[in-house]
């Protein structure tokens, strides 16, 4: 039996993910809850386990193609009922045998708990449901159930590729899903690249040198690079002769969308306050030295989030949301703490959630966590959703300060600029010390001037003295 499976709801209320990278090819065996493919969202990338266990017989989009939710995504050949299956058509009864598979295969049985994963949205596809994209000819002929003897090694070779010998089924290129992305994107085929990470793994300095030429001889030359080519990769002319043309979608659709709706609805108002931060930058070096927090990284970053929820406390307001439909100010009893992560995707921004409950060291350990799973693009979509206010780090880039968008649905959002040693006034001398420009956004609709200028010194008081903390709990 020919079974399709359509793209689930991912839990986030979108419509429709891209395919990242497929994990399997027409012909391969699956196996139930395998990872059959890395999909991104306008959030996250994520694994898709199969349903269910059998061959591949179609994959219906294909990498870097944007497909609906609800729409087929691969379809399988589970072996039930077989016997009644009729044999395979000759050529002449192609097209009949494929209209006649497609009709089918978009009937989905229900799979219960004992048969397969619990996917949410998983299920049959109503009829009123979004029309599938057109996808490339060269996937049509992958509508064909079964295949005549002896034409295995034809199938497992790509129809532009095909004159080429078969290639042999081997162990998938170890890199994580923005690094096959990227490659993806440049044109790079990744079983070409030597990895020089840790075990094998293909880094984004390995796809990038594969992609500018400077590569060791071993790792070969990709198609798009032959025959002169290597200034167009990817399908874009990046020799600097013409306008470079990149697609809006995942990440910075999702960010695009969210960054307009945000300006254009709440008053953007923003303070500025430029802190003595010295004393801050003796914390976290003595905290680093200190071999009872061997293992905890704690940066100038968690020692701000600290002093953000310790400061949140004295004033709610800041940890709040408008609810225009209510016509009600929600304060949160939490602080779900946002942090922007800059990823090869775009920029994210997962929260720690009830951030206020947690150490300093408990809170660096939280905010490293994130960062690393934003970069590889293993964020979970329940960490992109729910924060309540949010921190920006734009002095990791040099910069000093800035005027941050709130997220959406937030009240604040506070920028850090670097840290920089300049003359000071300093008990009544100029001395020479650490200092750092703290940048809030508001929205003037929850948080009047009095309110965010009583929250961003306090934050500043504790960055200039972290032991007025104690003062706050």
Known sequence: MIRDFPLP?????????EIVAWRVAVGDRVELNQ??????????????????????????AGEGETVN?????FSCDTGEGD????SVPDAAAAPAAEAQVSSAAVVVEATDAASGPNLVGYGARAESGPKRRARRAALAGDLVPALPEGAEAAATVAPERADQAPVVSAERPRSTPPVRKLAHDL???LAQVHGSGERGLVTRADVEAAASGLRSPDLGTPDSMRSGDADRVGGIDRSGAGDVRIPIRGVRKHTAAAMVASAFTAPHVTEFLTVDVTATMELVRSLREDRAFAGHRVTPLAVVAKAVCLAARRTP????RWDEDAQEIVQFASVNLGIAAATERGLVVPNVKAAERLTLIELADAIGELAVTAREGRTRPADLSGGTLSITNVGVFGVDAGTPILNPGE??????????RQPWEFRGEVALREVMTLSLSFDHRL????????????????????ARALTMV
């Open 9 to 17: 709801d991912l839990g986030e209320g979108l419509t429709e993910s």
């Open 35 to 60: 990872i059959i493919a890395d999909v991104e969202t306008a959030k996250a990338v994520v694994e898709l386990p199969s349903p269910f266990a059998g061959v591949v017989t179609a994959l219906h």
């Open 69 to 73: 939710v609800g729409e087929p995504l």
């Open 83 to 86: 016997a009644e299956q009729p």
């Open 187 to 189: 044109g790079i085929d």
């Open 317 to 320: 307001d800041v940890n709040a």
């Open 411 to 420: 009240a604040v959002i506070l920028a850090t600029g670097a840290v920089r």
């Open 447 to 466: 948080v009047d001037g009095q309110q965010a200028a009583s929250f961003l010194t306090d934050v500043g008081a504790i960055l200039r003295d972290p």
